[in-house]
């Protein structure tokens, strides 16, 4: 994957222009979405009988590195993989690989992705060693027939041996959850006590009104100030200044001594401070997650050898980036207050 032109554009004397959007927030964050498929069927993110992407509209291995490289150069010290579920890529290795060379000479600073764990005891070591330091495990539940029931096809233990494999690879894994009314909410405070005794950090997550997904989300949806409240019957949390470059507001848990974080795109969004953009899988740019604006860059990818049409994309797609979303959940006519799919996006 490292071929001369590539390489070639890793010399390029011109540093090209950091990103900054219309707030002055530097955008040094980068979530790439390398597929929209996956292997399991979460009832908060997916229909059960999805239609994904023809093949041939994915960019190429070869292309995601060109344009994760682009956003590197102009910036980016960050860059997540997500899907979809990323190891469900085929040759994904391949890609990893390739841009661990950006951790090497120090413009990356960090090279992570998020997984829903089926795939990691195949993979852990492998990631560990290009460079992959921790990762995020969508985990909610500890009950083999709720997991069943949340994912529709996915297989507790495969996941369990998948965090096994990552820690005994020395992995860094947080763990994300979804918290879902009358799911798994008599759940959180347990899976809390067994994340940090395994020594890993644990992110609760409001529904986010992504696509449709055959369910309501007024049904899913359970405010995290009422699950935090709720969690102080149990521990004491105390909120520390403590960033991972994500939208996670942290707590310190007093009698495990875990951190435990709170993602709240319905109750209190976490704006103010976005560093972030997401490409999907065809080279679609969202410059937030929570509107339909989009720039195509898969275009000038293609057009040229050169990367200066690529740069100029980017550019002009910054500068509409907007100040903040507009999730809501649309309790009268029930709609998702985005028409696509969180698989499309990238978590």
Request: charged share 25%; glycine share 8%.
């Amino acid at each position: 994957m490292n071929g001369t032109s590539t390489l070639e554009r890793d010399r390029a004397d011109v540093k090209p222009r950091a990103l900054i959007d219309p707030f002055q927030r530097a955008i040094t964050y980068l979530r790439v979405s390398v597929t929209d498929r996956c292997d399991f069927r979460c009832v908060y993110c997916m229909s059960e009988h999805m239609t994904f992407l023809p093949k041939a509209d994915l960019l190429s291995l070869e292309e995601l590195d060109r344009l994760c490289s682009a956003f590197v150069a102009k910036g980016v010290s960050k860059l997540r993989l997500t899907g979809g579920e990323p190891l469900v890529r085929r040759g994904i290795m391949n890609l990893v690989s390739s841009l661990s060379r950006h951790l090497q000479s120090g413009a990356l600073s960090e090279l992570t992705l998020t997984t829903n764990g089926s795939q990691l005891e195949k993979y852990a070591a492998e990631l560990k060693g290009h460079g992959v330091e921790r990762i995020n495990v969508s985990l909610d539940t500890l009950n083999p027939d709720t997991f069943r029931a949340i994912t529709r096809w996915g297989d507790l233990d495969k996941v369990l041996a998948g965090i096994d494999a990552a820690q005994a690879a020395g992995l860094k894994v947080k763990i994300n959850a979804v918290a879902l009314k009358g799911v798994n909410e008599d759940e959180i405070a347990d899976l809390v006590a067994w994340s940090h005794g395994r020594g890993m950090d644990i992110t609760l997550i409001e529904v986010m009104p992504l696509g449709d997904i055959e369910e309501s989300r007024l049904d899913q949806y359970l405010p995290l100030s009422l699950a935090r409240a709720r969690l102080s019957d149990r521990y004491t949390l105390e909120d520390i200044d403590y960033r991972t470059g994500g939208p996670a507001r942290y707590t310190r848990v007093k009698e495990t001594g875990g951190r435990l974080g709170f993602i709240t795109p319905m109750t209190h969004n976490f704006c103010e401070s976005c560093n972030r953009v997401r490409v999907t899988c065809t080279g679609t740019l969202f410059m937030c997650l929570g509107h339909e604006d989009a720039a195509d860059l898969r275009t000038p990818l293609r057009a040229s050898e050169s990367d200066d049409l690529l740069y100029t994309a980017i550019d002009e797609a910054i500068t509409r980036k907007p100040k903040g979303h507009d999730f809501v959940i649309d309790r009268r006519q029930q709609r998702p207050a985005v028409a696509r799919h969180m698989s499309v996006t990238g978590g």
